[in-house]
């Protein structure tokens, strides 16, 4: 047999075992897990996300309960997850000829604290921040609507975030 026959056969049989070695290794983060009895979209349906009191807070609430269990609420909850929201704005890129800033960030931090709802126990805690940036002109409500629009997709990040943070969170449980 010619080396390259021999190159190309191993090849073939390399490339026919990739696929049976490579659900050995990894889990899904997204998808139902057949192996396990609790994945983590189960766990994820369990948990109930507090109220919060502003704006930009209720972004963050409302994103994340759809990225926990797609806009429902949590039918049977185990668990409850409490949100601290605090925002912030801060104006970059000064300009001379246009005689005033040119830019602007929203930044969102988002501390929460995971609670297993029949003992009241703790069980996980963190911290996350997610931001945006955004053009300002001339306009001042075309300033105001792109600082909230930018605040808004901040919290869209930090809720994201903070369900990633969840899931790890039960990955070590």
Do not use: W
């Not at 990739?18 to 990894?26: A, K």
């Not at 609420?73 to 925002?87: C, I, M, T």
């Not at 609507?145 to 990040?157: E, G, K, L, T, V």
Request: contains cysteine; aromatic residues 8%.
């Amino acid at each position: 047999m010619s080396t390259n026959r021999r190159l190309v056969l191993t090849a073939m049989l390399a490339a026919a075992g990739l696929p049976l070695m490579g659900g050995c290794v990894y889990r899904p983060l997204y998808g139902a897990d057949s192996y396990a009895p609790d994945s983590s979209a189960a766990l994820f349906s369990q948990i109930r996300v507090a109220d919060v009191d502003t704006r930009v807070a209720q972004q963050v609430r409302n994103h994340l309960i759809f990225l926990l269990h797609g806009g429902r609420g949590a039918a049977e909850p185990r668990y409850e997850v409490y949100l601290r929201v605090s925002d912030h704005t801060q104006l970059y890129a000064a300009n001379r000829d246009f005689g005033g800033t040119t830019a602007g960030a929203a930044t969102i931090t988002v501390s929460y604290d995971l609670v297993e709802l029949p003992t009241r126990r703790q069980i996980a805690s963190g911290r996350r921040v997610g931001s945006a940036y955004y053009d300002r002109t001339g306009q001042s409500f075309a300033n105001d609507r792109a600082q909230r629009d930018a605040a808004n997709r901040a919290a869209q990040d930090a809720a994201e975030q903070v369900r990633m943070a969840i899931a790890a969170d039960f990955a070590k449980l």
